[in-house]
């Protein structure tokens, strides 16, 4: 082969490895598309307690608890009451 050849070659080879790390990345952008809309719906359904923030995701949620509050739909309050 000639030097001509060679680069054809060699630039072929890099143009399909970027064509697949495209289709690659393109999967995974439209897998977590995927997840972040079915979160939605997770959401749709919890009442996350003291202002907490639900994060859902395609099959569960996640209830962000404000500093002071725990628990899966931060029902629980870390604050001593004092009488």
Known sequence: MNAIEDVKNEL????????NTVIDNGEKVSNAI???????????????????????TKRNYICACHLGYSGKNCEDSEFVAFS
């Open 12 to 19: 072929n080879k890099a143009v399909k490895g970027l064509n």
């Open 34 to 56: 995927a997840d972040l809309s079915g979160g939605l719906e997770a959401c749709t359904a919890v009442d996350c307690n003291n202002r907490g923030a639900c994060l859902g």
